[in-house]
């Protein structure tokens, strides 16, 4: 009778421990999801923060144009930016990066275009009205269209699937301010008027 009564106690003990052994398998499998960020993905994470920062500060500078179409374009350009910041923000919150870093430059190639970028603002922001804007929708064209392969060389270097869909995400919106750049430069007086360009009658 002992013998059999132990053998139902045990019996009954067996699926409570097998509920425990999934309960902590499930925790197991969950934890990866909420964890921190790969170091790489954390350089994507800054340097596209730095972007809509740079983005949105200059964005502001051309509010201040006496052109209309690049004062409405600095406004697409903040409002663009400070959304894509926002989730950018949120979706690093979201994986225990309360504080995003700084973006560092780590190559030479990368401290160089740091340091021209750097020197390029100092510049433009010394600047008003026609050389203003010139210098601003050549910028803006340029540096839309250099940041467009780093999203690609971005998109293909994660393995997270949601940094994946906010950098997918931002590239048509990039792909749009470069093209708006460009029609602005197009349009723009000092086009027709470039020294450069032969006079057409």
């Known amino acids: 009778m002992k013998i059999r009564a132990l053998a139902i106690v045990?019996?009954?003990?067996?699926?409570?421990?097998?509920?425990?052994?999934?309960?902590?398998?499930?925790?197991t499998n969950t934890a990866p999801a909420a964890?921190?960020?790969?170091?790489s993905d954390v350089k994507i994470v800054a340097h596209l923060h730095h972007v809509n920062q740079m983005e949105i500060d200059l964005g502001k500078a051309a509010q201040k144009s006496t052109t209309p179409g690049v004062k409405a374009y600095g406004d697409t350009l903040v409002k663009d930016h400070?959304?894509?910041?926002?989730?950018?923000?949120?979706?690093?919150?979201?994986?225990?990066?309360?504080?995003?870093?700084?973006?560092?430059?780590?190559?030479?190639?990368?401290k160089q275009d740091h340091k021209d970028m750097?020197?390029?603002?100092?510049?433009?922001?010394?600047?008003?009205?026609?050389?203003?804007?010139?210098?601003?929708?050549?910028?803006m064209a340029t540096d839309h269209d250099k940041e467009?392969?780093?999203?690609?060389?971005?998109i293909g270097a994660t393995t997270d699937t949601d940094?994946?869909?906010?950098?997918?995400?931002?590239?048509?919106?990039l792909q749009s301010h470069a093209d708006t750049a460009r029609d602005l430069q197009k349009s723009s007086p000092q086009a027709s008027a470039d020294p450069a360009k032969p006079a057409t009658k």
């Open 10 to 27: 045990a019996a009954l003990a067996l699926p409570g421990i097998a509920a425990a052994d999934k309960t902590n398998e499930k925790t």
């Open 35 to 39: 964890g921190k960020l790969a170091d």
């Open 82 to 110: 400070t959304s894509n910041d926002k989730d950018l923000t949120t979706y690093a919150e979201g994986h225990k990066l309360a504080v995003i870093p700084a973006d560092k430059p780590e190559t030479d190639a990368e």
């Open 118 to 139: 750097m020197a390029k603002v100092a510049q433009l922001k010394k600047l008003k009205g026609a050389e203003f804007d010139k210098m601003f929708l050549d910028m």
């Open 148 to 154: 467009l392969a780093k999203i690609d060389t971005a």
């Open 163 to 173: 940094l994946q869909a906010i950098l997918k995400a931002t590239k048509p919106v």
